[in-house]
């Protein structure tokens, strides 16, 4: 092909490349922007800890806790997505908004704490699966210890061994008295 043909070929072809922030959409398989889904979520921080990029940031407050998403820092290696232990993290394939550095463009998804089912102060999310996953069986008492605050599950649990020391006591006099006959 003549050089001439070549160049006004080229000249007169509109760009196959985009200007930026102009993009191609991503296909439906991408795996890109991370998205939480607060009903599921615990605030279990393994998500922030499992991050290599430090993409993710827990902000505890009294009677919630922001989940910070910083699409900027995310290589979306999906670590975090497998880690879930409740599976309230996806990779969505829209890419999210660009930015030019970290902190940018930040993603928070909140999760209020719900009432503690004793004193109705704030307590740590409650997730059925991850109960059974941890103690295997789900009874009535785990189920009603997992929905107390920390200052209430303290004091039930001490209860529960104050009651158990007593019976544990008990038939120890009673086993001493049989052996003093
Ligand atoms: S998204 Fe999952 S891993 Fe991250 S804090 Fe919530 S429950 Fe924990
Ligand atoms: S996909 Fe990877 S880099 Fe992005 S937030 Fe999750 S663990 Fe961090």
Redesign the pocket.
Same mark, same amino acid.
């Given at each position: 092909m003549n050089i001439l043909h070549l160049i006004g070929g080229n000249w007169i072809r509109r760009p196959l490349t985009q200007r930026f922030p102009d993009r191609e959409p991503p296909p439906a398989e991408y795996r890109g922007h /991370?998205t939480n889904d607060a009903a599921a979520c615990v605030a279990c921080g393994i998500?922030t800890q /499992?991050?290599v990029?430090a993409?993710?940031e827990l902000r505890p407050a009294e009677s919630s806790c922001a989940w910070v998403?910083d699409p900027a820092r995310?290589? &979306?290696?999906? &670590?975090? /997505?497998q880690y879930c232990p409740v599976d309230a993290l996806r990779?969505v394939s829209d890419r999210g908004a660009w930015a030019h550095s970290p902190h940018e463009q930040t993603d928070t998804t909140v999760i209020d704490y719900p009432p503690c089912a004793e004193c109705g102060k704030p307590a740590m999310p409650y997730s059925e699966n991850l109960v059974s996953t941890a103690y295997g069986e789900r009874t009535e008492e785990l189920r009603r210890r997992a929905r107390l605050c920390e200052h209430c599950r303290r004091q039930v649990t001490a209860e529960v061994m104050r009651k158990t020391f007593s019976v544990m006591s008990d038939a120890g006099r009673s086993e001493g008295r049989s052996h003093g006959r």
């Amino acid at each position: 092909m003549n050089i001439l043909h070549l160049i006004g070929g080229n000249w007169i072809r509109r760009p196959l490349t985009q200007r930026f922030p102009d993009r191609e959409p991503p296909p439906a398989e991408y795996r890109g922007h /991370v998205t939480n889904d607060a009903a599921a979520c615990v605030a279990c921080g393994i998500c922030t800890q /499992v991050c290599v990029s430090a993409a993710i940031e827990l902000r505890p407050a009294e009677s919630s806790c922001a989940w910070v998403y910083d699409p900027a820092r995310c290589t &979306f290696c999906g &670590f975090c /997505v497998q880690y879930c232990p409740v599976d309230a993290l996806r990779q969505v394939s829209d890419r999210g908004a660009w930015a030019h550095s970290p902190h940018e463009q930040t993603d928070t998804t909140v999760i209020d704490y719900p009432p503690c089912a004793e004193c109705g102060k704030p307590a740590m999310p409650y997730s059925e699966n991850l109960v059974s996953t941890a103690y295997g069986e789900r009874t009535e008492e785990l189920r009603r210890r997992a929905r107390l605050c920390e200052h209430c599950r303290r004091q039930v649990t001490a209860e529960v061994m104050r009651k158990t020391f007593s019976v544990m006591s008990d038939a120890g006099r009673s086993e001493g008295r049989s052996h003093g006959r």
